[in-house]
Every structure is written in structure tokens, then in C-alpha cells.
């Protein structure tokens, strides 16, 4: 297990969630949350290839942090189908300030750890991460 700078350990299966979406695409999005009490970042939620934008969307609770990778299929001006990966941090106004610390100090730490992250958003509400910001980053 890596360590984060906040003391967070970041769990393996992290890692390896990580490697099977970006090496193998056998996920559309992975949701990872800090475990308090094993000091640790953990998979919450792992999405299937066939799920969309909004089951992904619907998996990050509306008052608490997580960290996520999406994988964002578009296509370009060129008509090339594409893919991006995706780092979200989240942090809604309303979480707890405990919660959104701990969460704002491991976060670059953690993505330390998942080599491979194209993009990066952060999101305090629905509105900073839909699919218009998206499209918006990946030219």
C-alpha cells in the first residue's frame, strides 16, 4: 500500500481497478472514497462498459467527497472515435469541512498513484461536471 501525504494509504485494489479501466476498458467509471478509520482510500463503486454518464453521475453522494475516474468516449472533428480518462474530485458545498480537507490533501497524492489520468476536474456541484465540461476538455 502507497502512502499519502495525509496519511492515507491508498489500497491496491485501487490501483488495479485503475490498470483494468485504462488498460482493458472493463470499466466506464471507478468511485473511490477515503475510509476514515483504516486511513485509507478504497473502491466504493465500479461502473460496467455499458453504463452511462448519468449512472455515473447518480454513483457520487450529494453531501459527501469522493474521488473518480470516467472514462469519456467522444468523437473528434475528424469523426475519430476517442477516449479520455478522467480524475474527478469531488467536494459538495455541503460535505462536512473535516471531509473536504481530508479529501483536498490526498488528493494529489492519490492520483500520484494512478498513472495515466488525462484530465482533471473538480466539481463542488452537478453543474462543473456534466457532460458540456466534459466535451469542453478534451479538445
Known amino acids: 500500500m502507497a502512502n499519502a501525504a495525509s496519511g492515507m494509504a491508498v489500497h491496491d485494489d485501487c490501483k488495479l481497478?485503475?490498470?483494468?479501466?485504462?488498460?482493458?476498458?472493463?470499466?466506464?467509471?471507478?468511485?473511490?472514497?477515503?475510509?476514515?478509520k483504516q486511513k485509507q482510500v478504497v473502491v466504493e463503486k465500479v461502473g460496467?462498459?455499458?453504463?452511462?454518464?448519468?449512472?455515473?453521475?447518480?454513483?457520487?453522494p450529494a453531501e459527501e467527497c469522493r474521488y473518480a475516474i470516467y472514462d469519456f468516449d467522444f468523437v473528434t472533428a475528424e469523426n475519430c472515435q476517442k477516449s479520455k480518462i478522467f480524475f474527478i474530485a469531488w467536494c459538495p458545498d455541503v460535505a462536512k469541512v473535516r471531509s473536504k480537507m481530508i479529501?483536498?490533501?490526498?488528493?494529489?497524492?492519490?492520483?500520484?498513484?494512478?498513472?495515466g489520468i488525462q484530465v482533471e476536474l473538480q466539481a463542488t456541484d452537478p453543474t462543473e461536471m456534466d457532460l458540456?465540461?466534459?466535451?469542453?476538455?478534451v479538445n
Not at 490498470?19 to 475510509?35: G, M
Not at 452511462?52 to 454513483?59: H, M, N, P, R
Not at 479529501?103 to 498513472?115: C, G, P, T, V, W
Open 17 to 36: 481497478r485503475f490498470l483494468e479501466l485504462k488498460a482493458k476498458r472493463t470499466h466506464r467509471f471507478i468511485v473511490y472514497k477515503i475510509e476514515e
Open 48 to 60: 460496467e462498459p455499458i453504463q452511462t454518464y448519468e449512472d455515473f453521475a447518480k454513483s457520487l
Open 103 to 115: 479529501y483536498a490533501s490526498s488528493k494529489d497524492r492519490f492520483k500520484r498513484e494512478l498513472d
Open 132 to 137: 458540456d465540461v466534459f466535451k469542453s476538455r
